[in-house]
């Protein structure tokens, strides 16, 4: 492989690893402010290209990248680094806000079934009643 074919290919892996990176920034930004619906993860352009590029790196031999020249190859490291960072970033944001609106739900839907749950009295059959069928009851989405 010469390195004009091979040059092409990297460019284009660091072009869509820096758009990547700066979508990730933004939904970082994003989450830090409470802005869900800010989002452009889900923006179908943008999954479009992580597919892209998820079949260009996968595609990608080392190769290329060590017989580039050093200023490309410093610049192909450096991106692929950053790009690794805000994705793990990303992923960690994201699994605290699963996390704390799933502790939510399940807290409003604990005390709820506290409230409708029966008084016990004092007699030879207390009140009995089958058990609730929780959270999902309760949730309007699903």
């Known amino acids: ?37 800010a989002l452009r993860t889900n923006d179908p352009e943008v999954q479009k290209l992580t597919a892209l590029y998820g079949r260009e790196a996968q595609g990608f031999d080392p190769r290329i990248a060590q017989s580039a020249p050093l200023d490309l190859r410093t610049r192909f490291m450096t991106i692929t680094a950053r790009f690794r960072e805000v994705l793990q970033l990303h992923g960690r944001l994201l699994a605290r806000v699963k996390n704390a609106s799933e502790g939510m ?38």
């Open 1 to 37: 492989m010469s390195d004009i074919q091979d040059q092409p290919k990297i460019e284009r892996l660091i072009s869509m690893a820096e758009r990547l990176v700066a979508v990730l920034e933004s939904d970082i930004a994003a989450l830090k402010a409470g802005d869900v619906s």
């Open 105 to 142: 739900i399940r807290a409003i839907a604990d005390e709820v079934q506290r409230m409708n749950a029966p008084t016990r009295t004092y007699g030879p059959r207390p009140g009995q009643q089958p058990p609730s069928a929780g959270a999902m009851v309760f949730n309007t989405v699903i």
